[in-house]
């Protein structure tokens, strides 16, 4: 199923919660880690590459020789910290208040300069705030990509916050390259619709839908309903993700 509802008005268990193995069609591994409180947790693997984004909470991440503070109440206001490395690296994240962090990742056994980005290193585009009405305004929240992070890595990274009533992903597009979107809501009863080709889910509070086989996929939040989306692309051997394609005949929206 594209659409995955596993957690679906459900609490996150303490640890690991598991939506995508690497198994899966898109080539990537999705889970939530929930922490509590003053708690510590290592990341580390040989085979996979790993990211790691901040979606609310307080504490600590070690890499290598760098400490840095994160402390992001809610994703509406404040871009997240994110932590991008290479398999056989580790990271330490050590919380000061109950945390839930994203982690993503993908084989790769290539070498590469790992980092971590600050909220303000977080490129923030007010996307199509001056088409269309404002109809499809959003902010589209790039941690990395291929000019960004080295060339042998296989994953890029961002966040999107789909203004209440309003579409994202818009005006329709596709890529070749596996993606997923990871979806919270603010109040977190909302919803919104997102489109794969031809179909349209009833996205909730904590689903995630797997986009593949080059589909469109538009989006769409319900009225008095924040919708946001973290967006995990996994790079193609031989064809890396370097944007996307506008569908005819809705590419004219934009002249």
Known sequence: MSLVKTFRDKTFSVGYNEYLTQDDDTGLRFQILQMDADSEETIQSNEYETALLVIQGKGTLIYGDRSIKFD??????????????????????????????????????????????????????????????????????????????PENAKLVLGEVLNFP????????????????????????????????????????HQDLLKITDSKDHSQVSAPGYHMYYIWA????DGAPYTGFEFTKPFDKLLE
């Open 72 to 149: 992001r109440d809610n994703w509406i206001e404040q871009n997240p910290v994110a932590a991008h490395f290479p398999a056989g690296d580790e990271i330490r994240i050590i919380t000061e208040k109950d945390s839930r962090l994203a982690v993503i990742s993908t084989l790769n056994s290539s070498r590469f300069d790992g980092k971590i980005y600050l909220p303000e290193e977080v490129d923030v585009e007010r996307r199509g705030e001056e088409i269309l009405d404002g109809t499809c305004y959003r902010l589209v929240r790039l941690v990395f990509d291929r000019t960004i992070a």
């Open 165 to 204: 009533g309003k579409w994202s992903s818009y005006p329709p597009h596709h890529h070749i390259q596996p993606e997923i979107y990871y979806y919270e809501f603010s109040p977190n009863e909302g919803y919104g619709h997102g489109e794969l080709g031809e179909d349209v889910f009833n996205i909730k």
């Open 233 to 236: 692309i996994r790079h193609l």
